[in-house]
């Protein structure tokens, strides 16, 4: 099989977001290079290990480069990276840029079977994976599957431990002489990236990205939310790997010329010591991250902090009532942000704040920006994209300059999620307010069917996140002989309250959701799992409800 890479989108409209300055028209490797010469001693990251600079960031991405090189990688190939957040994965990007290859990260925790469907569906040549990470022993895992690979010749082991027998060593690479490389400088509308979705509930897709549509239409994003114009300082807690984590390497380093503070592994007490030590002006984040995090301040520390520009959060709805309390404990502005892998994006804004929950239906997500992603909302079902009429339900749609190329080896999902004149289809359902605001209400295909009747966990989980007692909450279908499937509900309470279904059901009666929406089923959690990629663990949950959840 034969990866392709070509753009679904037409070719003119691609064109005229570089024309108009709308994308940089630069690769990534050669933006990052013009962000170091212009400052050769700012920081570039900050991780376990410390600072690093610009320059001595860019000496390890040519070392990295040349050595891969050595290695017979060159334009075009797929390489597959599976680190932690650390300096070593934003070597690997910036390396992988500048030879012309596309990067495939995919977060360290992920299991050896997933990370090999992945590197087999796209015919990676190579992957770089850490020797040990959090008792995963990733590149061994890798190299023990690697007959099922015929296309990867290179299995890289990075990390302190001795790399198994048959891996090549990533510190031997990273001590190749840099003038050996010659960056390729591939087109900006080529493929850079490969972003995988988080897999909950099934095998990850693979979304292709090009250079511009990282550091032009996600970078554009970003740069909206930087309102001084310098150089930010993000703290990020999910992993760089992830869709959200994108805006790593490509946006905050190469595109905004700033900072990436790193933790390889997120606890509430890591994060808020580097809030304290680091000072960022941007935090990325999911809403249970936020929700430990406040918990955690609740229980009492010493640390003080400097409020942050913004805390950007996404991955998964965010409710007011959790929001209003973050903006207030950490003094600063959250975005609510609204985005996936497959291409779409849209935030509240540093000044526009989340609306009230009873002001419209569903959660208020912002307005769309032309420069990052148009959004609007179609008949779903329709082949060709067809507008719903204004102020009505229909699926959300998105095409934009950070709208990706197409799905990896995956002409099904091309087919069912783009539309012939490139808009993508997002599976979200979503309403348009008067000025421009855009509500999500639901999900197509996230719904519940007790006896043959359709039930949205989404309305359910965005009344009971306003109920005091509740921290945080994950609604999901549960099988069931009888009616076929039962909404179940995921709860962490609040400071440890006693929570009871019947009490959660006279909430949501209050709050004026019919009867046959309620769940059926609890569960109580001192905290939600988390998937490798930061987002809950619906799978987990699922088998802990099995387990014996009431």
Known sequence: MT????????????????????????????????????????????????????????????????????????????????????????????????????????????????????????????????????????????????????????????????????????????????????????????????????????????????????????????????????????????????????????VTLARHGGTLVLLDHFTPDAALAALAAHEPTHVVGVPTMIRMMLDRIAEGTDLVFTPPTALLVGGSPLDATTAEEAQRVFGCPVVNVYGSADGVNCHTGLAGGMAPADDGPGIAVGRSDPRVADIRIAVPGAGEMREAPGGTAGEIVARGPMSPLRYVAAPELDARYRTPDGWVRTGDLGVLDEDGTLRVVGRLKDVVIRGGQNISPAEAELELAAHPDVRDVVCIGVPDPLMGERLAACVVPRGGRTLSLDALCAHLSERGLERRKHPERLLVVDQLPLTPAGKPDRGRLRELLAAGGS
Not at 35 to 43: F, V
Not at 57 to 65: G, T, V
Not at 161 to 187: C, Q, S, Y
Request: aromatic content about 4%; some cysteine.
């Open 3 to 250: 990866v392709v890479f070509d753009d679904l989108l037409p070719g003119e409209l691609r064109r005229s977001w570089a024309v108009d300055g709308t994308c940089p028209d630069l690769d990534l490797y050669s933006l990052y290079r013009a962000r170091q010469i212009a400052d050769l001693h700012r920081t570039a990251i900050v991780d376990a290990k410390g600072g690093l600079c610009y320059t001595a960031l860019d000496r390890k991405a040519r070392c990295l480069a040349a050595g891969l090189a050595g290695l017979g990688v060159s334009a075009g190939d797929v390489v597959g990276v599976q680190l932690p957040n650390s300096r070593n994965a934003v070597v690997a990007d910036l390396a992988l840029a500048g030879l012309g290859a596309v990067a495939l990260p995919f977060p360290a925790g992920r299991g050896g079977r997933e990370a090999a469907s992945l590197l087999g569906r796209s015919q990676a040549v190579a992957v770089i994976a850490a020797t040990e990470h959090r008792g995963h022993r990733h590149a061994a895992d890798l190299l023990a599957l690697t007959a099922e690979l015929p296309a990867l010749r290179h299995v890289i082991a990075a990390g302190p431990d001795d790399a198994p027998e048959g891996a090549v060593p990533l510190t031997a690479l990273l001590r190749t002489d840099p003038k050996a490389f010659v960056p390729a400088r591939p087109h900006p509308d080529s493929v850079a990236r490969i972003l995988v979705s988080s897999g909950s509930e099934a095998e990850p897709k693979m979304v292709a990205y090009s250079h511009n549509a990282l550091a032009g239409g996600r970078g554009n994003f970003l740069g909206s939310l930087i309102p001084d114009g310098q150089p930010p300082r993000c703290l990020f807690l999910v992993p760089l790997a992830s869709s959200f984590g994108s805006n790593g390497t490509a």
